[in-house]
Each structure stands twice: as structure tokens, then as C-alpha cells.
């Protein structure tokens, strides 16, 4: 069975920063493209940034230069560091595979107060 567990929320003024945490279950992590979502109530969850087996990552514009995504291969871990947060970085955030992930955790919530 699959797992996917987030940690490392938490409620921080902008400009402050998080690392997240995400714990994966072995079968899933070791052959997989993994990722952090993020989602608002009331909107789709989104991409976040992605990282390759390889470690090659990619982020979407609105993180580029902030946030940084890296893997350990060794814990089955993929962690999110996250800097110079915005209030508009405040979001449930998610890890999983891409492009495709058919389980979710129960994520961890961000919270960025101006």
C-alpha cells in the first residue's frame, strides 16, 4: 500500500521559511518523478515543484528562486524548503508522484501571515 506522509507545517510571517517533510512508501519512491502540490479550499490542487530520480527539479514561476525541492534516497524522503514565504504561499501542501499520483496524504497545512 502506498503511503505518502507530509510534516513540517506550520503558521509563519512572510518573509520567514518551512521545511517540509514528506515520508514515502519505498515502492512508490524508488522508480518515481516525485512532487509537492499544494491546494486552497475551494481550488484545484496545484503543481509545485518536481524532482526527477536523478535529482533534476523543476518549479513552477511562482516558487522559482524561493523554494527548493531535494530527495534522500536512503529515507524514502522528499523534503521542501521553503524561503521568503508569501501570504499567498498559504495552502494545504501535498506530496506524490508525477505526473501521476492515485493517493494522496493528509498534507500538511502552511499558513503565511502578512
Known amino acids: 500500500q502506498v503511503q505518502l506522509v507530509e510534516s513540517g507545517g506550520g503558521l509563519v510571517q512572510a518573509g520567514g521559511s518551512l521545511r517540509l517533510s514528506c515520508a514515502v512508501s519505498?515502492?512508490?519512491?524508488?522508480?518515481?518523478?516525485m512532487a509537492w502540490y499544494r491546494q486552497v479550499p475551494g481550488k484545484q490542487r496545484e503543481l509545485v515543484a518536481t524532482i526527477t530520480t536523478t535529482s533534476v527539479t523543476y518549479y513552477v514561476e511562482s516558487v522559482k528562486g524561493r523554494f527548493a525541492i531535494s530527495r534522500d534516497n536512503a529515507k524514502n524522503t522528499v523534503y521542501l524548503q521553503m524561503t521568503s514565504l508569501k501570504p499567498e504561499d498559504t495552502a494545504v501542501y501535498y506530496c506524490g508522484s508525477f505526473p501521476m499520483n492515485t493517493g494522496w496524504g493528509q498534507g500538511t497545512q502552511v499558513t503565511i501571515t502578512s
Open positions: 519505498a515502492i512508490l519512491f524508488s522508480a518515481k518523478t
